[in-house]
T-cell receptor, first 111, second 114 residues
């Protein structure tokens, strides 16, 4: 079974802090994704990566950056956290022809 | 512009009856469609998919129907069980996406009443 592990289930940070969300997958997938889920808005893609050191903007990249130094690890960075970034963050990984597999999510609160 | 639409935010169904969840899309480039199921405090899990070369795909109690001309797909759950109560997301992509980028709908919350 594919395992996508997000480092924290719950996280509370303050406005203006730099926040790191970590994600690790164990299936050697090329593609990794970061989404946020908000009530009434569904899943929205923030950034994705199709290879080490490669990244592409998704639908809502503003205020975020990402890092992929190793194939199995994909980090989401909130450069200066703001209250409107309070959300559920979901990491996923996948291969070209296979459905994406998701982690259990990180519920992030920015105070 | 919302390319994948799930117009029903919620649906309640009696246990044992059929649940029908609907999804519409606007991008004619989409050629692969998926349904994910999500319980609270868990990540979405893949349920079933369909390629645009088919109009039906079945897996146990779950069947997905695709009507390309109407740009509409639906997920049928028969019979519905209380454990099916969850949020269901429709997603779409196209072969040219390369990186398999998915576009999700906003989800439909299904409640199966015992």
């Amino acid at each position: 079974d594919v395992k996508v592990t997000q480092s924290s289930r719950y996280l509370v940070k303050r406005t203006g802090e730099k926040v790191f969300l970590e994600c690790v997958q164990d299936m050697d997938h090329e593609n990794m994704f970061w989404y946020r889920q908000d009530p009434g808005l569904g899943l929205r893609l923030i950034y994705f990566s199709y290879d080490v050191k490669m990244k592409e903007k998704g639908d809502i990249p503003e205020g975020y950056s990402v890092s992929r130094e190793k194939k199995e690890r994909f980090s989401l960075i909130l450069e200066s956290a703001s209250t409107n970034q309070t959300s559920m963050y979901l990491c996923a990984s996948g291969q070209l022809t296979q459905p994406q597999h998701f982690g259990d999510g990180t519920r992030l609160s920015i105070l | 512009d919302q390319q994948v639409k799930q117009n029903s935010p919620s649906l309640s169904v009696q246990e044992g009856r059929i649940s029908i969840l609907n999804c519409d899309y606007t991008n004619s480039m989409f050629d692969y469609f998926l349904w994910y199921k999500k319980y609270p405090a868990e990540g979405p899990t893949f349920l079933i998919s369909i390629s645009s070369i088919k109009d039906k795909n079945e897996d146990g109690r779950f069947t997905v129907f695709l009507n390309k001309s109407a740009k509409h797909l639906s997920l049928h759950i028969v019979p519905s069980q209380p454990g099916d109560s969850a949020v269901y997301f429709c997603a779409a992509t196209y072969s040219g996406a390369g990186s398999y980028q998915l576009t999700f709908g906003k989800g439909t919350k299904l409640s199966v009443i015992p």
